[in-house]
């Protein structure tokens, strides 16, 4: 059974950093696409960022710049360093992984539970 584990949410200054963590688990033997989704009260939850196995990313527009994702796949992990955050920015920080191969069969998606950032002076 797959699992994604979320870490290094909590409560920053406006400007600040925080760097998000997720490590999949179980018996996998590939993850295509690895990234992250946060939703907000009131919100749809959204791309925020996205890496491939291959590499390749995708962000939202409003992060550009300030976010970067990176992934190592034979860890099956990923990471969202983000940087110049401001209160827009607070929301609940959810890890997504796309086009898993197990040993039963492919899975195509999986979310973590979520992990909590806000931003506020």
């Known amino acids: 059974q797959v699992q994604l584990v979320e870490s290094g949410g909590g409560l920053v200054q406006p400007g600040g950093s925080l760097r998000l963590s997720c490590a999949a688990s179980?018996?996998?033997?590939?993850?295509?696409?690895m990234g992250w989704y946060r939703q907000a009260p009131g919100n749809q939850r959204e791309l925020v960022a996205n890496?491939?196995?291959?590499?390749?990313?995708d962000y939202a527009d409003s992060v550009k710049g300030r976010f970067t994702i990176s992934r190592e796949n034979a860890k099956n992990t990923v990471s969202l360093q983000m940087n110049s955050l401001p209160p827009g920015d607070t929301a609940v920080y959810y890890c997504?992984?796309?086009?898993?191969?197990?040993?039963?069969?492919?899975?195509?998606?999986?979310w973590g539970q979520g992990t909590q950032v806000t931003v506020s002076s």
């Open positions: 997504n992984a796309r086009n898993i191969v197990t040993p039963s069969g492919y899975v195509y998606e999986h």
């Open positions: 179980g018996s996998i033997f590939s993850i295509n696409a």
């Open positions: 890496m491939t196995r291959g590499g390749s990313t």
